[in-house]
């Protein structure tokens, strides 16, 4: 289990730069909100880790979305993420695969990314279960869950801990892996541990619990610990 951590600025990313994935994003434009190009090249210059960005919480709009994940390749990204903030199979297939063939005609071997959130139903849009299926056959490479409104309320309080290993094993037999995120907290470790995704998002947990504080590097080593 790899620990990504999100800092939202250069000087964020330095106190970050132990964790396994430097995550460039920009909270300020939503839980997948994304951060200037210039940002990610210039924290891809000095992290010797992946570097991941997220390129928004989009309605459906494959060209545009697919541009964004290009230039986020472009720009240095390791990891694509997008967020489907709308409902329906057909679009979010539609949707995947544009992205999808935007990264990976240039950039076979930089993963993709897509993510579903745990408060769908309050989002109105499509469920990650749903999600994966879709992004494995268009051959994305993760699929995720995160909290699409961020109010406080974490991912475990939408799913609890077998819907979410219920998500991870369905991924797996589709060959894909699976990023959990959404407001967690150190308490949540445990469960997390036992579900046992490839990947874990954090921000608030290692700002001291404000997902708008400034990332602690002493918090990012203590997660690290723990989920060793």
Known sequence: MQLLVSPSSI????SAVDADIIDVKKPSEGSLGANFPWVIKEIKSFVKKPV?????DFPYKPGQASLAA???ACAGADYIKIGLAFAGKDKAKDMIASVTKAVKDEFPKKFVVIAGYSDYE????????????????????????????????STFAFMDEATLGRFTAQNRDLGIGTALAGSIRFE????????????????????GGDRNATIREDLVKTALAMIR
């Open 11 to 14: 000087l964020e990313a330095r």
């Open 52 to 56: 991941s960005a997220a390129i928004g």
């Open 70 to 72: 290009y230039g986020a």
């Open 122 to 153: 309050r989002m109105g849009s499509i469920s990650p279960f749903d999600i994966s299926p879709i992004a494995a056959e268009c051959g994305a490479d993760f699929a995720m869950i995160d909290t699409g409104i961020k109010d406080g309320k």
């Open 188 to 207: 949540d470790i445990d469960s997390l541990k036992r579900i046992d995704p490839e990947i874990i998002g954090v921000r608030g947990m290692v700002c």
